[in-house]
């Protein structure tokens, strides 16, 4: 039996697990990581948590061929160095080689969002199909994260930092992102640019349900609540989601026409409208897609593996698609 170790370190949590061949979880651990502290010591609490991972599954870390971590930030895969990771204060820290000493296993590291992409390619929406190569990522979160796998292989291009999809403009002179551009993806297509414009939209229209769904705050307005507006009949909780697919479609148009991926996956929470949002999606990327007149176009889907997507993506860094 072959198994499988993953670390992935979130600014919240430390999660570790163990996989079996099957590239399913039989055990994991988790700890918080407790920003802001010494680089030091959140990596003694990895390295414990991997141990507290593999002493549930009943293995000696000897049985694990090694042992892959996700990270956030710029992280050099080769070196094994997290170059900066903002929320967790860490400027070229030498992860790869203080774990390997804690441990005593070759490390693997890989920026979280890549690790997540590769979990859902291995073992999520893109398993099971010999005919998945090109696969895309997006998560619809705070932010939109995202994660690129070309070819069967992580792409992050020159100083490890491609792949940041949410920062493509879609709206120039648009809203100000945190990137400190304007008009990016993200603004809008994001959970954050999704409460943004349905409160834009609330305090245009006074009349409208979603004040009541809102218990009459702003402070109460979520990703679901012009979802919810719509679904109850409310002609801006309409208009909302409307602007809101659209500003989705033309960011996942553009990262087809660039890419020509053959799937491409959404997770996070707003994911989980499933077909009321996936349906509408579709109509907009099939009629815009440059290749749409080819003999197959990119599919969208659902992600499957949720927040195990980081930790089991973690732990399959050494493994290729068959």
């Given amino acids: 039996m072959r198994y499988y170790l993953g670390i992935d370190l979130g600014g919240t949590n430390i999660a570790a697990a163990v996989l079996d061949e099957s590239y399913r979880i039989v055990a994991s651990a988790s700890k918080k990581t407790a920003c802001p502290r010494p680089a030091e010591a959140i990596m003694d609490d990895m390295a414990e948590t991997a141990r507290e991972a593999a002493q549930k599954a009943g293995i000696r870390l000897e049985e694990v061929e090694y042992i892959g971590v996700g990270c956030p930030g710029s992280v050099n895969p080769d070196t094994g160095v997290v170059q900066y990771a903002n929320n967790l204060d860490f400027y070229g820290v030498p992860m790869g080689e203080y774990l390997s000493r804690r441990l005593g296993r070759p490390i693997r590291i890989e920026n979280d969002a890549n690790a997540a992409a590769y979990g ?10 010999k005919e998945i190569h090109n696969f895309v990522a997006i998560t619809l979160g ?14 992050s291009g020159g100083n490890h930092a491609g792949g940041e999809l949410g920062h493509m403009v879609i709206q120039a002179g648009g809203r100000p992102c945190t990137c400190g551009r304007r008009g990016c993806w993200e603004a809008y297509a994001s ?3 999704l409460i943004e414009s349905t409160k834009e939209a609330m ?10 769904l809102a218990e009459g705050e702003l402070g109460n307005v979520n990703g679901r609540t012009a979802f919810d507006g719509m679904r109850a009949g409310d002609e801006t909780g309409r208009q909302v989601v409307r602007e809101y697919i659209e500003a989705l479609a033309t ?6 026409n660039i890419f020509q991926p053959d799937l491409i996956s959404l997770a996070g929470g707003i994911s989980k409208e499933g077909d009321t949002l996936l349906t509408p999606l579709k109509e907009i990327v099939d009629r815009e ?5 080819g003999s197959h ?13 980081g930790v089991i993506g ?9």
């Fill in 142 to 155: 705070t932010g939109v994260g995202g994660g690129l796998i070309l070819g069967g292989r992580i792409y």
């Fill in 120 to 129: 859902e390619f291995l073992a999520g929406a893109g398993a099971g199909s």
């Fill in 314 to 322: 973690a732990a399959l860094l050494g493994v290729a698609k068959e």
């Fill in 251 to 256: 960011g996942l148009t553009n990262i087809i």
């Fill in 191 to 193: 959970a954050t640019g």
């Fill in 297 to 309: 176009g990119a599919h969208l889907t659902i992600a499957k593996l949720g927040n195990d997507a």
């Fill in 289 to 293: 897609d440059y290749a749409r007149f």
């Fill in 203 to 212: 305090r245009t229209n006074p009349a409208s349900q979603l004040w009541k």
